[in-house]
């Protein structure tokens, strides 16, 4: 197994000097709603990131952090003077976000992928609740998920659900490489409105996004001393097939519905498929070869002023191979 190398450091592009990590401190005045910093992760996002932050221009700051994009993503970004751009190496979207999380301006964050969209309404929504008295300290919001230019209304995404606004006291991401659920101080409550995700504009680009995140989930796999057998590698992506096509209604989205579950199934197969294939070479003498981690301890650190021992709830969003990465 190779070693993990610590968080490469980050180098900001905007003119504004990187902040220290701050205390968490309500900033909200009896006159105003409190300020909110929205978050944006990036890699080759040139197709997304503009309507992505034209979505978020209300909000009192905007951090785009990069992962050393080779498209004109920062170019595009850079016709937005106002947004603040970090750059850093990639360990995965909760590394990422945690990172970025400790180094905002404001107490509130609303967290958004390049190919999410905040909708008028539910901009309404979140202002509303930044300016009431008493709000929860973390929201979860439902996605319309869109592929090829088209809703998906079944396959599972009818129940898509993410926390993306939240106190930054309230909310850290658990130490995974993919797929890493919001972990949030008490249940979140569900906002109305909903936030539209343009998952797949590109059926080849999603193919390949499939591949490297089963490559990491086997990763996460392996590191936790996990071992694939049959049923997991038979029974696991058969099971995800029925269930996404048949028991969530995948066949009624026509022949979109039938590619979007079968690659699907095809990603839980190629997942184990890998870590069935390292235990093989490691009986062999041979290392697997495993992206990196951040095993940098303060990345999943809570907040230090925060003393509290509750309980930790996982957020329940369905995932079914979709959060935009390098």
Known sequence: MS??????????LSSSTE???????????QTSRRKVSALV???NEAENVEECLRSLAWCDEIVVVDSFSSDSTLDIIGRFP?????????YGAASQKNWAIDRLSHDWVLILDADERVTPELRTEIEGIL?????????????RVFALGKQIRFSGWQNDSVVRLFR???ARYPNRRVHADMMTRERPKCLEEYLDHHMVSDLAEYFKRI?????WGAAQLWRGRRRAGFSDIVLRPAWRFLRTYVLQ???????????MCGLQSYGAFLKYAILWGWQIQAKRGKVPRLPEFDDDSSTWAWHKNDSSSSVFWPNTEVRVETTQQP
Not at 3 to 12: E, K, L, Y
Request: proline share 8%; glycine share 8%; hydrophobic share 35%.
């Open 41 to 43: 992760t990036t890699f």
């Open 3 to 12: 070693a993990s190398p610590a968080p490469a450091v980050a180098q900001q």
């Open 249 to 259: 209604l995948g066949f009624m989205e026509g022949q979109r519905g039938i590619v």
């Open 211 to 215: 591949q490297r995140y089963s490559w």
């Open 82 to 90: 106002d947004v603040k751009v970090l750059q850093r190496t990639y």
């Open 168 to 170: 930054r006291d309230a």
């Open 19 to 29: 902040r220290s990590l701050r205390p968490v401190n309500d900033d909200a005045d």
């Open 131 to 143: 300016g009431s008295p008493s709000p929860a300290g973390a929201y979860s919001v439902k996605r």
